[in-house]
C-alpha cells in the first residue's frame, strides 16, 4: 500500500491529528485464500499515511508451474479489502468493503502493477467514495512469460457473462420454486421466507452463500465456546438514513470479525458457520421473537431428529420439544423457556428449506426435513451451482480466526488496580475511608471463573467451594455481600458507572458501619480476534451491629 489520497470527510481530523484527544484511526484489513493480514493503525486524515506491504501466498502446486502463466490466471480469487476506523473508546466503524482482482499483474511489465482503488462506502452510502488507496501488485518471482492485456480481458469477460448467466438460471429457479411455494396454501405468502439478502455492499445474495464452514482451528475447541464467542460480540443494527423500518444488512464474515458486532443476522451467520466447521448439522432460522420482531437464530439437528435451538445474541441453548395440536387439552405440555415464536424457513451452506406446515408457530413446528408435506426444499445441486460460481469467487472460503493478542493475566490486573483507585475516589467523595482485604478478594476469584464455564457450558460448577471458602475468610458476626456483573468492554469508568445503577452494588460500594472492608476482583476471558469477557465482583464485609 503506498497511501491513501481524498478522504474528504476527514480533513477535519488534521488538525488534531497531533493532539492527544485523536479522532481515530484508520486500519486495513486484508483477506486472501485462508490468509488474513492487518495493518497498522494511522491517524484519520484527508491524506492518511496508509503505507503497508504484504506477502500473499498462491497455491504452491500452481507457482510451481510457472513457466505457464494462464494457471496462475486460473486463479479467480480476488483480494478482500476492508478500510476500518477506530475509535479512541475501542469501537469500529466499517467504511468500505471491496474486491481487486489481482490477476491484472499478470500482464503487467515486470509483473508489478500499480493502480489505485477506489474505496466506496457501505450500506445506504455504497455508491459514495470514502477516499483513495494506491496500491503496487507484484508477482514474487516473475513469470517466465507476460500474458497479454486481450488474454486477460478476455478471461475476465468470459468469467462475468458464465456467473452472471448462472446468476439468472438461478433468479428463475427461485422465482418458480416460490409460486409452486405460495401454491401449497396461500399464507404462505406471508412468511418469511427470505430467499436473497443483502450484503455490506447492496449486493443481493442468494442466502446460502453468506455459510462456509468456518473452523476456530485451536481457538475454540467446543460448539459451546464457540457460541460463547458469538454471544460476546457486540449487538449493533444497521444503520438506516430517515424513517422507516430497520435497514436489513447481512455483513461477510470477514467484516462481522473485524467490526466485532452486528446484528441477530450477523451473529446467526458466523454461529452457523463455526457449528458447521464443528460437523454439526447446523442452519440459520428466519422467524419472529415473542414480541413479534424478524428474528433470526440457529438450530441443530442430531442423527436422532432431536432438535437443540441456539441463541445466538445470548450462547444459550434450548431443546425443543415440538407440541402435538393433536393431543388432548389435559395433556402436560413442556414448559418453553425460548422467546422464538414463529419460523419461516431454514438454510445451511448446502441447504434451504421453507415451512410448509399448517402453522409457523416453533412450538408447533416438526423437524423432520425430510417429508415434503412439511418442508419445501430447493435443489441441492441448484444450491451448489449458485453458491460455487458467485461473483465474487472469495466468499467460497470463510476467513480464517486470528488468536487473542491480549495477556489475560496482565490486563485484569491492571483493570484491577485500576477499578479499585475508582471505588477508592467514589468513597472519599461520600466522606468515607476504604480498606481493601486482598485476601477476600483472591478468594471472590474461582466465583467468577465459574461464572464463565457456565455461560460457556450451561452447567453450574465449583459453588461449593467458593461458599465454604466465603465462610472461612468471613469472620464472626460479620455479613458478606457480593455482587458480580459482566462487561463487553475493558473501560472501568463506565463500568463502575453502569454497576452503580444497581442497588445491591451501590449499597456495597457506600457500605459505612463497623470494620468494613471491601474486596474486588477483576478477571478478564479472552477468545479468538480479541474478543473477551470482563467479569468483576464487588464484596464486602462489615460487623453486624444487631
Same mark, same amino acid.
Given at each position: 500500500?503506498?497511501?491513501?489520497?481524498?478522504?474528504?470527510?476527514?480533513?477535519?481530523?488534521?488538525?488534531?491529528?497531533?493532539?492527544?484527544?485523536?479522532?481515530?484511526?484508520?486500519?486495513?484489513?486484508? !483477506?486472501?485464500?485462508?490468509?488474513?493480514?492487518?495493518?497498522?493503525?494511522?491517524?484519520?486524515?484527508?491524506?492518511?499515511?496508509?503505507?503497508?506491504?504484504?506477502?500473499?501466498?498462491?497455491?504452491? !502446486?500452481?507457482?510451481?508451474?510457472?513457466?505457464?502463466?494462464?494457471?496462475?490466471?486460473?486463479?479467480?480469487?480476488?483480494?478482500?479489502?476492508?478500510?476500518?476506523?477506530?475509535?479512541?473508546?475501542?469501537?469500529?466503524?466499517?467504511?468500505?468493503?471491496?474486491?481487486?482482482?489481482? @490477476?491484472?499483474?499478470?500482464? /503487467?511489465?515486470?509483473?508489478?502493477?500499480?493502480?489505485?482503488?477506489?474505496?466506496?462506502?457501505?450500506?445506504?452510502?455504497?455508491?459514495?467514495?470514502?477516499?483513495?488507496?494506491?496500491?503496487?501488485?507484484?508477482?514474487?518471482?516473475?513469470?517466465?512469460?507476460?500474458?497479454?492485456?486481450?488474454?486477460?480481458?478476455?478471461?475476465?469477460?468470459?468469467?462475468?457473462?458464465?456467473?452472471?448467466?448462472?446468476?439468472?438460471?438461478?433468479?428463475?429457479?427461485?422465482?418458480?420454486?416460490?409460486?409452486?411455494?405460495?401454491?401449497?396454501?396461500?399464507? !404462505?405468502?406471508?412468511?418469511?421466507?427470505?430467499?436473497?439478502?443483502?450484503?455490506?455492499?447492496?449486493?443481493?445474495?442468494?442466502?446460502?452463500?453468506?455459510?462456509?464452514?468456518?473452523?476456530?482451528?485451536?481457538?475454540?475447541?467446543?460448539?459451546?465456546?464457540?457460541?460463547?464467542?458469538?454471544?460476546?460480540? #457486540?449487538?449493533?443494527?444497521?444503520?438506516?438514513?430517515? $424513517?422507516? /423500518?430497520?435497514?436489513?444488512?447481512?455483513?461477510?464474515?470477514?467484516?462481522?470479525?473485524?467490526?466485532?458486532?452486528?446484528?441477530?443476522?450477523?451473529?446467526?451467520?458466523?454461529?452457523?458457520?463455526?457449528?458447521?466447521?464443528?460437523?454439526?448439522?447446523?442452519?440459520?432460522?428466519?422467524?419472529?421473537?415473542?414480541?413479534?420482531?424478524?428474528?433470526?437464530?440457529?438450530?441443530?439437528?442430531?442423527?436422532?431428529?432431536?432438535?437443540?435451538?441456539?441463541?445466538?445474541?445470548?450462547?444459550?441453548?434450548?431443546?425443543?420439544?415440538?407440541? +402435538?395440536?393433536?393431543?388432548?387439552? +389435559?395433556?402436560?405440555?413442556?414448559?418453553?423457556?425460548?422467546?422464538?415464536?414463529?419460523?419461516?424457513?431454514?438454510?445451511?451452506?448446502?441447504?434451504?428449506? &421453507?415451512?410448509?406446515? #399448517?402453522?409457523?408457530?416453533?412450538?408447533?413446528?416438526?423437524?423432520?426435513?425430510?417429508?415434503?408435506?412439511?418442508?419445501? /426444499?430447493?435443489?441441492?445441486?441448484?444450491?451448489?451451482?449458485?453458491?460455487?460460481?458467485?461473483?465474487?469467487?472469495?466468499?467460497?472460503? &470463510?476467513?480464517?480466526?486470528?488468536?487473542?493478542?491480549?495477556?489475560?493475566?496482565?490486563?485484569?490486573?491492571?483493570?484491577?488496580?485500576?477499578?479499585?483507585?475508582?471505588?477508592?475516589?467514589?468513597?472519599?467523595?461520600?466522606?468515607?475511608? *476504604?480498606?481493601?482485604?486482598?485476601?477476600?478478594?483472591?478468594?471472590?476469584?474461582?466465583?467468577?471463573?465459574?461464572?464463565?464455564?457456565?455461560?460457556?457450558? $450451561?452447567?453450574?460448577?465449583?459453588?461449593?467451594?467458593?461458599?465454604?471458602?466465603?465462610?472461612?475468610?468471613?469472620?464472626?458476626?460479620?455479613?458478606?455481600?457480593?455482587?458480580?456483573?459482566?462487561?463487553?468492554?475493558?473501560?472501568? @469508568?463506565?463500568?463502575?458507572? /453502569?454497576?452503580?445503577?444497581?442497588?445491591?452494588?451501590?449499597?456495597?460500594?457506600?457500605?459505612?458501619?463497623?470494620?468494613?472492608?471491601?474486596?474486588?476482583?477483576?478477571?478478564?476471558? *479472552?477468545?479468538?480476534?480479541?474478543?473477551?469477557?470482563?467479569?468483576?465482583?464487588?464484596?464486602?464485609?462489615?460487623?453486624?451491629?444487631?
Amino acid at each position: 500500500m503506498l497511501g491513501g489520497r481524498a478522504f474528504l470527510e476527514h480533513i477535519l481530523d488534521e488538525d488534531r491529528s497531533t493532539e492527544n484527544n485523536y479522532n481515530g484511526t484508520f486500519t486495513i484489513h486484508i !483477506h486472501f485464500r485462508q490468509q488474513r493480514f492487518q495493518s497498522r493503525p494511522v491517524l484519520c486524515a484527508c491524506e492518511p499515511d496508509l503505507r503497508d506491504a504484504f506477502l500473499l501466498l498462491l497455491p504452491q !502446486h500452481i507457482v510451481s508451474a510457472r513457466s505457464d502463466p494462464t494457471s496462475l490466471l486460473s486463479i479467480a480469487e480476488p483480494i478482500h479489502i476492508l478500510l476500518m476506523r477506530n475509535e479512541p473508546n475501542g469501537d469500529k466503524t466499517l467504511l468500505s468493503s471491496i474486491y481487486l482482482d489481482w @490477476r491484472k499483474v499478470l500482464c /503487467s511489465p515486470h509483473n508489478r502493477w500499480m493502480t489505485t482503488i477506489e474505496l466506496n462506502g457501505t450500506g445506504p452510502e455504497a455508491k459514495l467514495s470514502v477516499g483513495l488507496l494506491d496500491v503496487k501488485i507484484e508477482l514474487i518471482p516473475r513469470a517466465e512469460d507476460q500474458l497479454s492485456k486481450d488474454v486477460i480481458e478476455a478471461q475476465l469477460k468470459l468469467e462475468h457473462n458464465r456467473l452472471t448467466e448462472k446468476e439468472r438460471l438461478f433468479l428463475v429457479y427461485a422465482k418458480r420454486w416460490w409460486q409452486e411455494y405460495i401454491q401449497i396454501r396461500p399464507l !404462505h405468502s406471508k412468511r418469511l421466507v427470505k430467499i436473497f439478502a443483502q450484503d455490506e455492499n447492496t449486493v443481493n445474495r442468494f442466502v446460502c452463500s453468506y455459510l462456509k464452514p468456518l473452523k476456530s482451528q485451536r481457538f475454540l475447541d467446543t460448539p459451546r465456546q464457540a457460541a460463547r464467542f458469538v454471544s460476546l460480540l #457486540a449487538y449493533e443494527e444497521a444503520p438506516i438514513v430517515g $424513517g422507516g /423500518s430497520r435497514s436489513e444488512v447481512w455483513n461477510n464474515t470477514l467484516a462481522i470479525l473485524c467490526k466485532k458486532k452486528g446484528d441477530c443476522e450477523d451473529h446467526s451467520l458466523l454461529l452457523c458457520s463455526l457449528l458447521i466447521g464443528f460437523g454439526l448439522d447446523a442452519y440459520v432460522c428466519i422467524g419472529t421473537n415473542s414480541k413479534s420482531l424478524f428474528y433470526t437464530w440457529v438450530a441443530t439437528i442430531g442423527i436422532d431428529r432431536s432438535v437443540i435451538f441456539w441463541d445466538s445474541l445470548t450462547g444459550q441453548r434450548f431443546k425443543h420439544n415440538p407440541i +402435538n395440536p393433536d393431543d388432548p387439552p +389435559n395433556k402436560k405440555q413442556i414448559k418453553v423457556d425460548h422467546s422464538f415464536k414463529t419460523i419461516g424457513s431454514i438454510f445451511n451452506d448446502k441447504s434451504f428449506y &421453507a415451512n410448509c406446515q #399448517a402453522s409457523d408457530n416453533v412450538d408447533c413446528c416438526s423437524f423432520e426435513l425430510d417429508k415434503e408435506t412439511k418442508w419445501k /426444499s430447493m435443489n441441492e445441486e441448484v444450491i451448489k451451482s449458485t453458491c460455487e460460481n458467485i461473483s465474487v469467487p472469495s466468499w467460497a472460503t &470463510a476467513p480464517p480466526l486470528c488468536p487473542s493478542k491480549i495477556d489475560p493475566v496482565i490486563v485484569s490486573a491492571e483493570l484491577e488496580r485500576e477499578l479499585q483507585s475508582l471505588i477508592t475516589d467514589y468513597r472519599k467523595d461520600l466522606d468515607l475511608s *476504604t480498606v481493601w482485604d486482598d485476601n477476600l478478594s483472591y478468594i471472590l476469584a474461582p466465583a467468577l471463573a465459574a461464572y464463565e464455564l457456565e455461560r460457556c457450558t $450451561g452447567i453450574s460448577v465449583g459453588n461449593e467451594e467458593f461458599q465454604h471458602a466465603i465462610r472461612r475468610a468471613v469472620p464472626e458476626r460479620h455479613t458478606f455481600k457480593g455482587f458480580p456483573i459482566q462487561f463487553l468492554h475493558r473501560d472501568m @469508568r463506565r463500568a463502575l458507572a /453502569s454497576s452503580l445503577k444497581s442497588p445491591v452494588c451501590e449499597e456495597i460500594l457506600s457500605c459505612r458501619g463497623d470494620c468494613v472492608r471491601l474486596a474486588l476482583r477483576v478477571k478478564i476471558f *479472552t477468545y479468538a480476534e480479541d474478543i473477551s469477557a470482563v467479569w468483576i465482583m464487588f464484596a464486602v464485609t462489615y460487623r453486624s451491629i444487631l
